[in-house]
T-cell receptor
Framework: AQSVAQPEDQVNVAEGNPLTVKCTYS??????LFWYVQYPNRGLQFLLK????DNLVKGSYGFEAEFNKSQTSFHLKKPSALVSDSALYFC?????????????WGLGTSLAVNP | DAGVIQSPRHEVTEMGQEVTLRCKPI?????LFWYRQTMMRGLELLIY????????DSGMPEDRFSAKMPNASFSTLKIQPSEPRDSAVYFC??????????FGSGTRLTVV
């Protein structure tokens, strides 16, 4: 079965420290990978995506993610965390469905950045 | 562009009543998705449309749920009759090809 796993329900980091939010996937074929962020009482916002090309993808708010095909991972990273980064983060994988993409979602990881 | 617009932002209704949630996707986007989010089950895809045609409604929980997309700029999700377990935040999202989704701000539904 095709799936996305975010193994950590919660990640806690101190402000200024690097952060990593983990994501692994299991899909057939070449995946399209996405990260979204959800702030309280808001909809999900697109952060970054991997379609093809360079394995290191840079996105919004200083976030980046590295596609690792051998480990089937797409971990989200940021060199220096801010308190304002505290939010819920979702990893998603796109599957081809007709002419568009149906996303399979992870369950989310709550990131808490402590001042 | 104003983004994906959902209405209402909040809805409180009594069990048994009909509820209609509305969504206006981003102009030019050809796919529209309805999601439900709860603490227990996370994000669940209910249904999605491609070029106004329903492609996959396997996530629609029961016959009480129905969705329509009469044109490229409007979609509705209807629950009739509503039940307390339908209480959740319902998100609409639209996309164009592989560019990812743009989500609306959601409708928080409370059924009492």
């Amino acid at each position: 079965a095709q799936s996305v796993a975010q193994p950590e329900d919660q990640v806690n980091v101190a402000e200024g420290n690097p952060l990593t939010v983990k994501c692994t996937y299991s899909v057939s074929g070449n995946p399209y990978l996405f990260w979204y962020v959800q702030y309280p009482n808001r909809g999900l916002q697109f952060l970054l995506k991997y379609i093809t090309g360079d394995n290191l993808v840079k996105g919004s708010y200083g976030f980046e993610a590295e596609f690792n095909k051998s480990q089937t991972s797409f971990h989200l990273k940021k060199p220096s965390a801010l308190v304002s980064d505290s939010a819920l983060y979702f990893c998603a994988v796109a599957l081809r469905a007709g002419n568009n993409r149906k996303l399979i979602w992870g369950l989310g990881t709550s990131l808490a950045v402590n001042p | 562009d104003a983004g994906v617009i959902q209405s209402p932002r909040h809805e409180v209704t009594e069990m048994g009543q009909e509820v209609t949630l509305r969504c206006k996707p981003i102009s030019g986007h050809n796919s529209l998705f309805w999601y439900r989010q709860t603490m227990m089950r996370g994000l669940e895809l209910l249904i999605y449309f491609n070029n106004n045609v329903p492609i996959d409604d396997s996530g629609m929980p029961e016959d009480r749920f129905s969705a329509k997309m009469p044109n490229a700029s409007f979609s509705t999700l209807k629950i009739q009759p509503s039940e307390p377990r339908d209480s959740a935040v319902y998100f609409c999202a639209s996309s164009l090809a592989s560019n990812g989704y743009t989500f609306g701000s959601g409708t928080r539904l409370t059924v009492v």
